[in-house]
């Protein structure tokens, strides 16, 4: 089955921290993208990545940054964790712009 | 950007169809309409997405309108598995751009 996994379902960090969230895919996707989740906010996009290398910012990119060495792999990165980034954080691929999306199970993380 | 319109929640019985509207009179002409849900706990799933026909798949059918201001999802036979939260949501041809608005919440009664 193909999938979307990302590297922890929980995650505790202190404020400071530096936060590596990893997300790969088995399906030979383009594009994937970063999402946090918070009440009443809904899905917003923090960063997606059309190609090896290649990163856009979103609607909400601040406090965060992007790695894409690989096709496969995803890394949302906090370079000082802080409280107002706990959240549910979402990765997801899709083969093409039009293309159908696939969502992972989430992260959530908390900031301490 | 063009958004979406979709009722904050509704209710149906199991076993009934169900219709879920959205509304995106901003749609342009290459902007492919695509439906996902959320279960509780879970990341976003694929449901149906179409451009200007109709499109039946094993999960529901899309029923778009002619002037593609507006969709409705139809699930044909709601389960108690199928209350989650239903999101209307345009994907632009020529970017990479995924925007969710904030979604209907289904909510199924045995």
């Known amino acids: 089955d193909v999938k979307v996994t990302q590297s922890s379902r929980y995650l505790v960090k202190r404020t400071g921290e530096k936060v590596f969230l990893e997300c790969v895919q088995d399906?030979?996707?383009?594009?994937m993208f970063w999402y946090r989740q918070d009440p009443g906010l809904g899905l917003r996009l923090i960063y997606f990545s059309y190609d090896v290398k290649m990163k856009e910012k979103g609607d909400i990119p601040e406090g965060y940054s992007v790695s894409r060495e690989k096709k496969e792999r995803f890394s949302l990165i906090l370079e000082s964790a802080s409280t107002n980034q706990t959240s549910m954080y979402l990765c997801?691929?899709?083969?093409?712009?039009?293309?159908?999306?696939?969502f992972g199970p989430g992260t959530r993380l908390t900031v301490l | 950007d063009a958004k979406t319109t979709q009722p904050n929640s509704m209710e149906s019985n199991e076993e009934e169809p169900v219709h879920l509207p959205c509304n995106h009179s901003?749609?342009?002409?290459?902007?492919?309409i695509h439906w996902y849900r959320q279960l509780p706990s879970q990341g976003p799933e694929y449901v149906i997405h179409g451009l200007t026909s109709n499109v039946n798949n094993r999960m529901a059918s899309l029923a778009i309108a002619e002037d593609r201001k507006s969709s409705t999802l139809i699930l044909h036979r709601a389960t108690l598995r199928d209350a989650a939260v239903y999101y209307c949501i345009l994907m632009y041809n020529a970017g990479n751009m995924l925007t969710f608005g904030g979604g209907t919440r289904l909510m199924v009664k045995p």
């Open positions: 399906m030979d996707h383009e594009n």
């Open positions: 997801a691929s899709s083969l093409t712009a039009s293309g159908t999306v696939r």
């Open positions: 901003t749609i342009s002409g290459t902007d492919y």
